[in-house]
Structure formats: C-alpha cells, structure tokens
Nanobody, 121 residues
Framework: QVQLVESGGGLVQPGGSLRLSCAAS????????MGWYRQAPGKQRELVAI???????NIADSVKGRFTISREYAKNTVYLQMNSLKPEDSAVYYC???????????????WGQGTQVTVSS
C-alpha cells in the first residue's frame, strides 16, 4: 500500500504564496506521475498540475504562470508552488500518485486526504 502525506495548505491573502508538498511512502517500485487536483465547493474536482516520470508535465491554463509543479524523485515527493494567489484558487487540494508496487505490475492510483487552501483578505 502507498501512503500519501500532504502539507502546506492554509489561509493566505490575495497575491500571497503557499507551497504544498506530498510525500509518498510504502510499497512503491515505480511512480509514473504525481500531481495535484483541486475541488471547490459545488464544483467538480479539476486537474491543477501533473508531472511525469521524465519531468514532463501539464498545468491548467487557469494557474499557468502562477503555479509551478516540481518533483523530488529520491524522496517520492511532489511540490506545488502557488504564487499570486486569487480568491478563486480557494479549494481543497488533493495529491494524486500513479504507482506500481513491483516490476511488471500494473499501475494503481492513490489520493491524498486533501489540504484546504483559502485565499481571502
């Protein structure tokens, strides 16, 4: 099993910054992708940013230029640096990991417990 531990959420004023982190541990042989999704009240969960095993990634247009995703491979950790935060960025942010537990095994998906980000003055 894989455990995900998220940290870094909180309350910040508009224009401020936060950095989220998500560390994966447990039965991990390989991680193909790590990413962040968010869900605001009354809305569907949406992709914020994702980074693959080779460092390639995708980031939502709504946060492009303000958010940066990075990955520390040796620690199985993914970060989301969020700058110039806006009230509309307020949501619960979820870490997502796609991993396999053994050579040749199929990949599975795990979600973190979520961390609240609130942008308000």
């Amino acid at each position: 099993q894989v455990q995900l531990v998220e940290s870094g959420g909180g309350l910040v004023q508009p224009g401020g910054s936060l950095r989220l982190s998500c560390a994966a541990s447990g039965s991990i042989f390989s991680i193909s992708a790590m990413g962040w999704y968010r869900q605001a009240p009354g809305k569907q969960r949406e992709l914020v940013a994702i980074i693959g095993s080779g460092g390639s990634g995708n980031i939502a247009d709504s946060v492009k230029g303000r958010f940066t995703i990075s990955r520390e491979y040796a620690k199985n950790t993914v970060y989301l640096q969020m700058n110039s935060l806006k009230p509309e960025d307020s949501a619960v942010y979820y870490c997502n990991v796609r991993a396999s537990s053994a050579p040749g095994a199929s990949f599975y998906e795990r979600w973190g417990q979520g961390t609240q980000v609130t942008v308000s003055s």
